[in-house]
């Protein structure tokens, strides 16, 4: 894909707290892609520039190119702040805010996130998912879940989100996994009949969430469970624990699931034991399509 | 208290996975204190022996010493593994597991923990502040919660613990306000009313705990939630969730709390929030009653 990259009409960036990722586009395609550690979290304002170079200065010629980006490189301590739009709101508002750079080739636009004051959430860089899909499918009037470190639920009508919210569930799973007491029992390997179980438990008797988790090592202790089954308990307890919160946006709807696939599986499962048929969709596509859509408002504004 | 140490009867030792406590005990009063940071979680095998005559020695005649500890230093991982008891069981048993030493003047006995097969869950250290406690209350009948890193609820009666619950929500709290997002959130103080109002809402809707974490961070960006009121509330909604999954314990009982001053205080707030009117005991003087009663066991065993 290299030389193709040459002739790229744009640059697509998806830059988030820990990860730095960018496509050189043809259109709406992606004809070379680049990735780095350099997420928002790990970089000073006058290292954005500079990580940015790293992974697309092979794909810049002489001419001006057109770089979109979202995600929290737009947040206070990102590159330069895209104020929120506040819910409702069209997830794909035309709006963008552009970044000072000292490399005169580069032009690039900053999609805003979204805030929600009541109850206070707010998101950056699922709403360029969201818009993704939308583009797809205008119509479409339902339930969006996009998993990862912070899950979001995003109630969608009229190609406005309405409302959402955001479940720790990812990151409270990396940190008890891995940083709590029960790294010494949760290993790898996965028991899909224990994840099936805990989901449901943690469904039915969401308030005895807190008593859940020490029963992990306490049953490692006494009747070797093992690590397989309970990595697939502590993930079925907690995301067991999110759908019993986040019952008001799913229960009767239509869902779609925005997220990568192992993970987006697991929500599946849970849900389609709930008696949902949600459809997965690719993040990575999601977030091109949404890219491009930007990018099209800004071809449109131009010409 | 130096000098006075030299004539000791016995050392009382908690041992724990991240500290090593030694108090030089004249019958059932403490004459000297130290401590380290050499908990069973830092020792190799090989290590418990010199860690403890690091702190112990200036305490050593000629004489045999008898050492009584509890703790993690009695599990798989520590010194020398105390098997449990299982519960229903007296807190104190009188069995105790001996520690091989190479100084001859050691004679160390280690306190064996409980664990409770359905629901599955072990205790060590908390099974001796327990017996420390009931040794000046033998008639006690009701619930005794010790908050910490890992929060014990247990129910007690005719002198034995039946049954108990084990809380990670000290872990909880630790990683949430200093390892994940919230951590840009929650900072120092406290803010009383915050606390009340998080647990009175956790413990009305405990099914939306994992809705009420990442609100932290993002009334923090949205509406200037700061340090102390946030580090009250996150404690607060884990506090509360505790209350919801720990309810039947506590529900009409009379209720102990042993425990360190400031978390002791939050427990005795969301409690009398509830209607209820715990006792609190100071936890280190509930650990050397224990380890006193263990040691007149050994004592009333060689007379």
């Given at each position: 894909m290299g030389a193709e990259s040459r002739y790229a009409d744009w640059i697509a960036v998806d830059w988030g707290t820990s990860h730095l990722r960018a496509w050189a586009m043809r259109q709406d395609k992606p004809v070379a892609e680049s990735a780095s550690e350099k997420g928002m979290g790990t970089l000073e304002r006058s290292g954005f520039e500079p990580a940015l170079l790293d992974l697309i200065g092979p794909w810049l010629g002489q001419d001006r190119m057109t770089v979109?980006?979202?995600?929290?490189?737009?947040?206070?301590?990102?590159?330069?702040?895209?104020?929120?739009?506040?819910?409702?709101?069209?997830?794909?508002?035309?709006?963008?805010?552009?970044?000072?750079?000292?490399?005169?080739?580069?032009?690039?636009?900053?999609?805003?996130?979204?805030?929600?004051?009541?109850?206070?959430?707010?998101?950056?860089?699922?709403?360029?998912?969201?818009a993704g899909y939308l583009a797809s499918a205008p119509r479409f009037d339902g339930v969006i879940c996009l998993p990862g470190t912070h899950t979001k639920w995003a109630q969608i009508s009229a190609g406005e989100v309405i409302s959402f919210r955001t479940f720790m569930t990812g990151e409270l799973f990396a940190l008890l996994s891995t940083q709590s007491v029960l790294r010494h029992t949760v290993g790898n390997g996965w028991d899909e009949t224990a994840f099936a179980e805990a989901v449901s438990d943690a469904i039915a008797r969401p308030e005895a969430t807190a008593a859940r988790l020490f029963s992990l090592r306490a049953e490692g202790l006494l009747h070797g469970l093992g690590p397989a089954a309970a990595r697939a308990r502590l993930s079925g307890a907690l995301i067991g624990a999110e759908l019993a919160a986040s019952r008001p946006y799913w229960l009767g709807q239509d869902i779609v699931i925005i997220g990568?696939?192992?993970?987006?599986?697991?929500?599946?499962?849970?849900?389609?034991?709930?008696?949902?048929?949600?459809?997965?969709?690719?993040?990575?596509?999601?977030?091109?399509?949404?890219?491009?859509?930007?990018?099209?408002?800004?071809?449109?504004?131009?010409?």
């Open positions: 979109v980006a979202c995600g929290m490189v737009g947040s206070r301590q990102g590159w330069t702040e895209a104020a929120y739009g506040a819910v409702p709101a069209n997830p794909m508002p035309g709006r963008m805010t552009r970044a000072e750079t000292h490399d005169k080739r580069l032009a690039v636009h900053i999609l805003p996130g979204l805030k929600q004051d009541n109850p206070a959430d707010v998101m950056r860089g699922e709403e360029t998912q969201i990568a696939t192992g993970l987006a599986s697991r929500y599946q499962e849970a849900l389609a034991q709930q008696g949902l048929a949600p459809r997965t969709i690719d993040a990575t596509e999601a977030t091109l399509a949404g890219l491009t859509t930007a990018w099209r408002t800004l071809e449109e504004a131009v010409t």
